[in-house]
């Protein structure tokens, strides 16, 4: 999937082969293929590796949601310096506010987390700029999939595409929302599931033969 932008929301789920501009990873992090919540690929952050993010919404009188995906490996021990940090600055540079989220240990399975950054508590400060940085100092990797910085109530989505067959595989709106779309070995839709997997809807194909063959081995 590509990134996507507008000037009041940065998402990405790092199945691209490069990540936008406005996150940069540093430190050793990088995209890697395999282990992911959604696609082909996730980011991969060893230990002393990061990915920072500068933005600065329109809207300042909203409620904003640092969203993301992230696993971490079986013996993962967490730490201080292992996780998300969020710092809100002035025009002047000043720090106005700061939030943190710590990584868990996840024994390998994907979670959910989040920061909110109500932007419109801090108005008297002007315009604030979002500085928003995936830490890991621990001796683990950490694999980041699907960050998103929307607005909490919106009807922001981005769909990401195969590639090689030009359908919807997934797609993303604001909060948790997270849709995934099955296809069988014909390339037509099997049904979808919602954020955590479960599913929403399937479809089941069945023939009618003439030669009384099986449903799955029409004549």
Not at 3 to 11: C, E, G, K, P, Q
Not at 34 to 61: E, F, H, K, M
Request: aromatic share 12%; net charge positive.
């Amino acid at each position: 999937m590509r990134a996507a932008h507008s000037r009041s929301a940065a998402t990405t789920d790092l199945n691209a082969t490069r990540i936008r501009q406005c996150w940069q990873p540093a430190g050793g992090a990088g995209i890697v293929s395999g282990d992911c919540y959604t696609g082909n690929a996730s980011l991969r952050l060893i230990s002393g590796g990061s990915l920072r993010g500068v933005l600065c919404p329109q809207r300042q009188d909203r409620t904003y949601v640092l969203g993301f995906w992230y696993c971490t490996a079986d013996g993962f021990s967490p730490a201080a310096q292992a996780g998300w940090q969020a710092v809100l600055r002035a025009s002047g540079g000043e720090t106005v506010a700061s939030f943190s989220f710590d990584f868990a240990a996840t024994q390998g399975e994907w979670r959910y987390g989040y920061l909110r950054l109500d932007l419109a508590a801090y108005a008297q400060s002007g315009v604030l700029q979002v500085v928003l940085e995936a830490i890991n100092a621990t001796a683990q990797a950490v694999l980041l999939d699907n960050v998103r910085f929307v607005p909490a109530q919106s009807r922001f989505a981005a769909t990401a595409y195969s590639v090689k067959y030009r359908l919807r595989a997934n797609q993303l709106g604001a909060g948790t929302m997270m849709r995934r779309y099955y296809y069988d070995r014909y390339n037509r839709s099997a049904g979808t599931s919602d954020d955590y997997l479960n599913a929403v809807s399937t479809l089941t194909y069945t023939f009618l033969s003439r030669q009384a063959h099986a449903a799955f081995a029409p004549g």
